[in-house]
C-alpha cells in the first residue's frame, strides 16, 4: 500500500486507482491509507453537478473540464450513479469519455455505482474526493443523479452545487425535486436551444424571487448548449464568482468546517454500528427478545430499548 | 390519543389518518401509540408493487384491490414517492384515486412523501403498514417506485413483492436495476397491449433460467393489461401461489421473524445515534477535535475514534 500512497502523491494515476478501489471496497487497509493522505488534502476546489437523468450533467462536465484544462487546472471527474451496481468505469458511456481524456495525465475519470461502495455511496464519495484531492486534482466535479435523499447528501461534499434543467414538462418548476432547490448555487439550464428554455429560466427566476438569499447569494440561471459549448465561459465565471463570494464572506472555511464536524460525526456513529452489530450477533438475549416480538408481547421500540439498557 | 387508537382498532378512518400522520411526524406521542396498537398486528398479508416512474403501478394496484376487494377482504394502500415532498394524498393523481374509494369503508389510501417522515421513509413506511395492519386491513399494499437503496428498504416490509415492468427500451433486462430483480417474487410485464411485451417476458424469462432458486420459487412472469383488468385474475392467482408457497416452506415465518429482527436492531441503532448527537452537542472536545481535523492534524477517523474513547 505504502508504494501506491506515494504514487498518489507523485500524481500517479494507476496508483490512483488502485486506492481508489480500496477505498470502494471498504478495504482493511482503507483507514490507514486514507489517515497517510489526509494531510495533502484540502485544495481541491469541489464542483457539484447534480439534475434529473437526460439533463446532459456528463456532456456539461466534460465542456467544464475542457475549460479548466484550457487554464491549466487539472480536473478529477466522479462519476456517481446511485441506481447503477456498476463502479470503476465499467459503463460505455464512461468509456467513451475516459478514451476522450485517457491521455491527458491532468484528468481522472472515475464511475461509481452502489457495488463496491460496502460503505455507504455518500461515505464513499467524500472519500475518493479526498484521495483525488491528494492526487493534486485542482479541481474535482462530482456529478450524480438528484433523486433521492442519498444524492443529496453525495452533493454535500461541494464548494458550489450546479443544477441542472432542460426545458420540457418534466422540470417545471412546479416538479423540481424538494430539497434540489435548496442545494443550487448556481442554476444551469442546459439544451437551451430546445424550445421552453426562456420559460424555464423564467420560472426559477421567479421562484428566487420568492426564496430569501439569507447568505447574500442569489443562484444565478445561465443558459448552457453543452453541443456548441454556448454558455460555458459565463458559466466557468459563475463559478469562479461563487467561489470569490464564499471566501469573501467566510462561508468557504465555515461550510467545510460544518461539514468535517459532520463528516467527524458520521464516523462515530459508522464505528459504534459496527460495535452494536458486533456484539448483538453474539447475544442470547436478542433470540429471546425477538421472538417475544414476534408474539407481540412486547413491541420494537420495548426490545430496543431492553438491549440498550443491558448494555452493549 | 387513546381515543385515536380505540377508533383504529374499532375500524375508524378518521382515527387511523390522525396516528398515521403523528407516526409520520415522529410525534412525541408516537412510540406509546405504536406500543398500544402492537400486539394487534401481525394479521395483514403486506404486497409489494415496486418498478420504474409510469410502469403503472398505481393502475395495478387499483386493479388489485377491486379483485381482492370482490372477495370480501378489506385493503389499506401505501403509495410511497421517495422523490416527493407531499404527504397525505396532497397529489392530484392520489385525490382522484382516492374518491374512487372514498365511500368504501373497505379501502383506504394513504401517500407518503419524504416531508413529514422525519424518522426516516423506511422506518415511516414499516410503521404506517403496521398502523393499516391494526385498523384490520387484510392486505396492506405498498407501492413505490424501484430506485435506489432507501426505496430498496421499503420493499423490505413485504410478504410478496411483485416488480413491474414494461415494454419498450428503458425495460431490456440489461437495464433493469440492480437489487430490484433479486426481489421480485412476481414480475409483472404491464402495458402488455404495447408492441414488445412478449420480447420483455422473454428476457426475463432468460435471465431466471440463469439465477439459482434456492428457495424453491421461480418468480413467474405475467402480462397484464390494467385499462382491460386483462391478466389481474392470474396475477392474483400468483400472489396466492406465493403466499401458499411460503407457508408450506416455512419461509412465512422465518422471513417475517427475520425483519423484525432487524427492525429491532435499527431500532437500537436509532436511539444510539440520538444519544451520540445529544451528548456530542453538548461536548467541548468535539470542537477542539474538529479543529484538529480542519487543520489536517488527525483525519476524521482518528478524530472519531478518540471521541469514541473518551467515552459518550
Redesign the interface.
Known sequence: MEKYVQGILAGDKRSTAKIISLVENDGPEK?RV??QL??H??KAYIIGVTGSPGAGKSSLTDCLTKQIRKQGLTVGIIAVD????FTGGALLGDRIRMQDHALDKGVFIRSM???GSLGG?ARATKEVVRVLDAYGSDVVIVETVG?????LDIMDVADTTLVVLTPGAGDHVQTI???IMEIADIFVVNKADLDGADKVKTEVEGMLDLSCHGNGWRPPVLLTITRTEQGITDLIDAINRHKAHLESTGSFQQA??ER??T???E???????AR??KS?EASQD?AR??AK??N?E????????E??SVG?
Open positions: 483507514k486514507l489517515s489526509y494531510p488534502t484540502g446511485p441506481s447503477s451496481p455505482g452502489t457495488r455511496l433523486v433521492g435523499q442519498s444524492e425535486k424538494a430539497g467545510r468546517k468535517l464536524r463528516e467527524v460525526l464516523v462515530v456513529e459508522h464505528v459504534l454500528r452494536i452489530h448483538v436478542i427478545l425477538v416480538v414476534e407481540r412486547v413491541d420494537p421500540y420495548v426490545a430496543a430499548e438491549i440498550i452493549i
